[in-house]
């Protein structure tokens, strides 16, 4: 058994054999595909040009210099990467395996825990979620109530620094439970619960009162050394979230979480978004009023609740665009979606059965993403001036057959192989040599 152990995790443990693209050396110029901006309208039969990358230049025709590679894509498009905003990605690989596991620290409050730091590069998900067309993600620490600093990742690079984007990209905190059992079998009775719930709340209240103590502390102009403060990491990682109000965010799923998180949010004044919000579209005007994003994790579930429509999750987006509030679509970290965040896509597409438009839909998963986690500057739409982190596909977005043939992450292009494609090559060509596959 333990021989068994041990081959499984060699396995599960070797690299990936893909190698991170290159830095672009040459300008190139794609010409004459169907250009899906995001940020403005879908340019059909138009140039796109970048060097160094970035986008240089959009326009119906582009006169290329000696030095520019063409590469013809009538017919083709041109689509933004996909961006996850909120993954595990990179910090696990099979979550029944323990030792592949880097998502959790031991402990309710570690504010000081860095998503990036623990980013496996050579994770073999990465192939895999990258050969849909998602291009970036959002790694989040998961466990305790302040589980730590998500890290925007690029998927291609050596190391967890060429992967790096942006960090932090916010503060994770889980909101305390508040959906009691009142059952005759529940472990603890309802004010027992109650306790728990009230006692979670009150360590987070203690922790903010002792960052705002703490910093200002910190920048008192005391020179004697026995009133300096010594430092401490948990608290000192808080500063940027508590007093500079950089995003935290906030796994809230129900309509009490939702509300209580919004009321704890505006007492303490700090910058706030939702993360699962599968009530979300219970409090719209709350979310708005506060203008509160919400990072939705998923459409594809069952209702909440008996009396709810059975089509209620897959309408959630379309009720948060209509309201007005910003969101964008992720997928939910844990088994099994960890090794599934390649569906992506096709959970944007999923809304726009219930009422979301397909432009709506590509945005959530691009632009709005960006914008919710602070890159729009540098991803999610084709803009002169972004970097040049794009796809090229077979079909339009958002579709079965969308097969991307070419990506590129700021102008380095990258392998778009998998183990599911290699599988499927190496099988293939079993069964050609034995005669039960035509060439």
């Known amino acids: 058994m333990q021989k068994i152990i041990l081959l499984m995790l060699i396995s599960i443990l070797l690299p990936n054999n893909q190698i991170p693209g290159t830095d672009q050396k040459r300008p190139i110029l794609l010409r004459g595909g169907t250009l899906h901006t995001v940020s403005g309208e879908i340019l059909i039969e138009h140039d796109l040009l970048f060097a160094e990358g970035k986008i240089i230049m959009i326009n119906e025709v582009i006169q290329p210099s000696p030095e520019t590679d063409v590469l013809d894509i009538y017919g083709k498009h041109v689509i933004p990467g996909f961006i996850a905003g909120y993954t595990r990605i990179g910090l696990t690989e099979i979550s029944a395996v323990k030792q592949t596991n880097d998502h959790s620290e031991i402990g309710d409050i570690n504010p000081n825990v860095r998503a990036n730091i623990a980013y496996n590069p050579d994770s073999d998900l990465i192939p895999v979620t990258r050969s849909n067309g998602i291009l970036v993600v959002n790694s989040v620490p998961s466990s305790g109530i302040i589980a730590g600093q998500s890290s925007v990742m690029e998927l291609d690079g050596w190391t967890w620094e060429d992967a790096t984007m942006r960090h932090s990209a916010a503060m994770?905190?889980?909101?305390?439970?508040?959906?009691?059992?009142?059952?005759?079998?529940?472990?603890?009775?309802?004010?027992?619960?109650?306790?728990?719930?009230?006692?979670?709340?009150?360590?987070?209240?203690?922790?903010?009162?002792?960052?705002?103590?703490?910093?200002?502390?910190?920048?008192?102009?005391?020179?004697?050394?026995?009133?300096?403060?010594?430092?401490?990491?948990?608290?000192?990682?808080?500063?940027?979230?508590?007093?500079?109000?950089?995003?935290?965010?906030?796994?809230?799923?129900?309509?009490?979480?939702?509300?209580?998180?919004?009321?704890?949010?505006?007492?303490?004044?700090?910058?706030?978004?939702?993360?699962?919000?599968?009530?979300?579209?219970?409090?719209?005007?709350?979310?708005?009023?506060?203008?509160?994003?919400?990072?939705?994790?998923?459409?594809?579930?069952?209702?909440?609740?008996?009396?709810?429509?059975?089509?209620?999750?897959?309408?959630?987006?379309?009720?948060?665009?209509?309201?007005?509030?910003?969101?964008?679509?992720?997928?939910?970290?844990?088994?099994?979606?960890?090794?599934?965040?390649?569906?992506?896509?096709?959970?944007?597409?999923?809304?726009?059965?219930?009422?979301?438009?397909?432009?709506?839909?590509?945005?959530?998963?691009?632009?709005?993403?960006?914008?919710?986690?602070?890159?729009?500057?540098?991803?999610?739409?084709?803009?002169?001036?972004?970097?040049?982190?794009?796809?090229?596909?077979?079909?339009?977005?958002?579709?079965?057959?969308?097969?991307?043939?070419?990506?590129?992450?700021?102008?380095?292009?990258?392998?778009?192989?998998?183990?599911?494609?290699?599988?499927?090559?190496k099988y293939k060509e079993k069964y050609r040599r034995l005669g039960k596959l035509s060439d």
């Open 172 to 425: 994770n905190l889980n909101w305390p439970n508040m959906r009691f059992d009142f059952s005759k079998n529940a472990k603890k009775n309802d004010k027992l619960q109650r306790e728990a719930y009230n006692k979670s709340l009150r360590e987070i209240n203690l922790l903010i009162r002792n960052v705002r103590a703490y910093h200002h502390r910190k920048s008192a102009k005391e020179r004697k050394a026995e009133h300096r403060q010594a430092t401490d990491l948990r608290l000192e990682s808080m500063i940027p979230f508590v007093v500079y109000k950089e995003p935290m965010h906030v796994k809230a799923n129900n309509v009490r979480q939702i509300e209580a998180a919004v009321k704890w949010s505006t007492e303490q004044d700090l910058n706030i978004v939702i993360v699962g919000g599968r009530d979300s579209w219970m409090v719209t005007d709350l979310l708005v009023k506060n203008n509160i994003p919400v990072i939705l994790l998923g459409v594809q579930a069952t209702p909440r609740r008996r009396f709810e429509p059975i089509h209620t999750p897959y309408k959630v987006p379309f009720l948060l665009q209509q309201s007005g509030v910003p969101f964008c679509i992720s997928l939910d970290p844990g088994y099994p979606m960890d090794g599934h965040v390649r569906t992506l896509p096709d959970e944007a597409m999923r809304s726009v059965t219930w009422g979301l438009s397909k432009d709506q839909a590509l945005r959530a998963i691009t632009l709005s993403a960006a914008e919710i986690l602070g890159v729009d500057d540098q991803i999610g739409s084709l803009e002169p001036g972004k970097d040049a982190t794009f796809f090229i596909a077979e079909n339009e977005p958002l579709t079965q057959y969308t097969n991307p043939t070419k990506a590129y992450i700021r102008g380095r292009e990258i392998d778009l192989s998998d183990r599911q494609k290699n599988l499927w090559n």
